[in-house]
């Protein structure tokens, strides 16, 4: 079967640095993707990791590392507005007909003054 | 385009009863996604369009679910019968790809959702 594995809450203060990590068991996999989820809001895109290494987009970075089936979400400088719900998530590729999305089940930050 | 719509925001309707749910994709994309999401957990794959065509249906799906995509835009998920345990949150997110060409972030556009409440 097909499993990811997050921790279930992170708490941290304004300004910290916070490290999400995933680990996964899949078959078919394809990349590694990060999103981010409000209260009552839809998920939004953070990162997405193809090939080994570290990928960074303004304040957040996120790495892979397909030998050990491992990826991490880095945020830097975080704000009061990072306190949301933080998804990994594999995409699956079977010939290259699909790319469909499986998640783990996500990390609450919470982000303290 | 403000990006993917869904429509209702919110049904609550009896067990027993037939709903139907709506989702517009990004208009360019060809790529249409359904997930269910219940509390405390992420987003579980339904089902997946490319153009009309229904690529792959979860085994979570129970023949009491349906899926469309007519015209390669719009889509309808409909569960008939419905049970207290499809109470939950329906996501549709679109995306561009196809064939092997498949878009290098990989990123899907998510809908607001419809929540479904079954009583």
């Known amino acids: 079967g097909q499993s990811l594995e997050q921790p279930s809450e992170v708490t941290a203060v304004e300004g910290a640095i916070v490290q999400i990590n995933c680990t996964y068991q899949t078959s078919g996999f394809y990349g590694l993707s990060w999103y981010q989820q409000h209260d009552g809001g839809a998920p939004t895109f953070l990162s997405y990791n193809g090939l080994d290494g570290l990928e960074e987009t303004g304040r957040f970075s996120s790495f892979l590392s397909r030998s050990d089936s491992y990826g991490y979400l880095l945020l830097q400088e975080l704000q009061m507005k990072d306190s949301a719900s933080y998804f990994c998530?594999?995409?699956?590729?079977?010939?290259?007909?699909?790319?469909?999305?499986?998640f783990g089940t996500g990390t609450l930050l919470a982000v303290q003054p | 385009d403000t990006g993917v719509s869904q429509d209702p925001r919110h049904k609550i309707t009896k067990r027993g009863q037939n709903v139907t749910f709506r989702c517009d994709p990004i208009?360019?994309?060809?790529?249409l996604y359904w997930y269910r999401q219940t509390l405390g957990q992420g987003p579980e794959f339904l089902t997946y369009f490319q153009n009309e065509a229904q690529l792959e249906k979860s085994r979570l799906l129970s023949d009491r679910f349906s899926a469309e995509r007519p015209k390669g835009s719009f889509s309808t998920l409909e569960i008939q019968r419905t049970e207290q345990g499809d109470s939950a949150m329906y996501l549709c997110?679109?995306?561009?790809?196809?064939?092997?060409?498949?878009?290098?972030?990989?990123?899907?556009?998510f809908g607001p959702g419809t929540r479904l409440t079954v009583l």
């Open positions: 208009s360019e994309h060809n790529r």
């Open positions: 998530a594999v995409s699956l590729n079977y010939g290259g007909a699909t790319n469909k999305l499986i």
């Open positions: 997110a679109s995306s561009l790809g196809g064939g092997r060409a498949l878009s290098p972030r990989n990123e899907q556009f």
